[in-house]
């Protein structure tokens, strides 16, 4: 059964870190992209981040380039969302999703190319 389980997520001050975990089964990660999103209170999903199935290829919303580093973990079937110097601005919460079309060499972090979300896991930074 697909399945992707988000966890990590937690409540941090300005300034600090946190590893979001994307903990995939029923399927390698050596066939399909992952996608990083979050959507705030009162505001639309954003893309974030992504990672393609070589895992040669990531991509980041400019508002997290520099901050934030995505990666994989083959053995544990995992993606992760290293999460540097943190903001408010980045209090939301987060999804991870795959991109089920095989043939996707790159990524991208555009929602209509992902078919499969997790839960989420909520990220609150704040003093």
């Known amino acids: 059964q697909l399945q992707l389980v988000e966890s990590g997520g937690g409540l941090v001050q300005p300034g600090g870190s946190l590893r979001l975990s994307c903990a995939a089964s029923?399927?390698?990660?050596?066939?399909?992209?992952i996608g990083w999103f979050r959507q705030a209170p009162g505001k639309e999903r954003e893309g974030v981040s992504c990672i393609s199935k070589s895992g040669g290829v990531t991509n980041y919303a400019d508002s997290v380039k520099g901050r934030f580093t995505v990666s994989r973990d083959i053995a544990k079937n995992t993606v992760y969302l290293q999460m540097t110097s943190l903001k408010p601005e980045d209090t939301a919460d987060y999804y991870c999703a795959v991109d089920l079309d095989e043939t996707d060499l790159i990524c991208v972090p555009y929602d209509p190319e992902y078919d499969y979300w997790g839960q989420g896991t909520q990220v609150t930074v704040s003093s």
């Open positions: 029923g399927f390698s990660l050596d066939y399909y992209a």
